[in-house]
């Protein structure tokens, strides 16, 4: 079974500096995609970044990007310039990509806190 | 947009109510899900509806009964729950069920409390 872990329980930046959130997975596949959510404590599970695993180029979005090291099976999430908006508890998923693969793994999350 | 909605957005109920839970997406998806989150937790999923029919049934027990109505509209339908069933409940879809790198979008959640 696939496994997704998130060895930092808590992080903190402060401010307009860059921080890095990690995540390891395990899976036999070599088709799959990853997640990264973000759940602000207004609860809602919102999409950050998203990473095919057949894509060597990194995904970006604004401010967030991605290190994907597929043969050590890291996909790490960098935020630069962080604003006080991105505390969250972060989420980084696995899902499959062949088949009726509907399942998202989880990992237990990192709680991000950014001081002013 | 991707907007998924969820009402209401707390509930407090006994043990011996019956209440419903309710999400709506208008954004054509053909996969629905349900996942209940505990604090500090990520998401388990309990059920994963596709085209109106139940898919998956993650062995979640029968006091939970999630309904399908059409497209747009999924429901969980609660009762005799217990106390341990207090959490967030979390609505999320997808364009579709089977492969392809479908995301998930999901809404803001219902916060149960079972008295």
């Known amino acids: 079974a696939q496994t997704v872990t998130q060895s930092q329980p808590e992080m903190s930046v402060q401010e307009a500096e860059t921080v890095t959130l990690s995540c390891t997975y395990d899976?036999?596949?070599?088709?799959?995609?990853l997640f990264w959510y973000k759940q602000p404590p207004s609860r809602q599970m919102i999409l950050v970044i998203r990473q095919e695993a057949y894509k060597q180029q990194n995904a970006t979005e604004n401010r967030f990007s991605v290190n994907f090291q597929k043969a050590a099976k890291s996909f790490s999430l960098k935020i630069s310039d962080s604003q006080l908006g991105d505390a969250a508890m972060y989420f980084c998923?696995?899902?499959?990509?062949?088949?009726?693969?509907?399942?998202?793994?989880f990992g237990k999350g990192t709680l991000l806190t950014v001081n002013p | 947009d991707t907007e998924v909605t969820q009402t209401p957005k707390h509930l407090v109920m006994g043990m011996t109510n019956k209440k419903s839970l309710k999400c709506e997406q208008h954004m054509g998806h053909r996969a629905m899900y349900w996942y209940k989150q505990k604090a500090k937790k990520p998401p388990e999923l309990m059920f994963v509806y596709s085209y109106e029919k139940l898919s998956i049934n993650e062995s979640v027990p029968s006091r939970f009964s999630p309904e399908c109505p059409n497209s747009s509209l999924l429901n969980l339908h609660l009762h005799a729950l217990q106390p341990e069933d207090s959490a967030l409940y979390l609505c999320?879809?997808?364009?579709?069920?089977?492969?392809?790198?479908?995301?998930?979008?999901f809404g803001p959640g219902t916060r149960l409390t079972v008295l």
């Open positions: 998923a696995y899902r499959d990509g062949g088949g009726s693969n509907y399942k998202l793994t």
């Open positions: 999320a879809s997808s364009q579709r069920l089977a492969g392809g790198a479908d995301t998930q979008y």
């Open positions: 899976t036999s596949e070599s088709d799959y995609y």
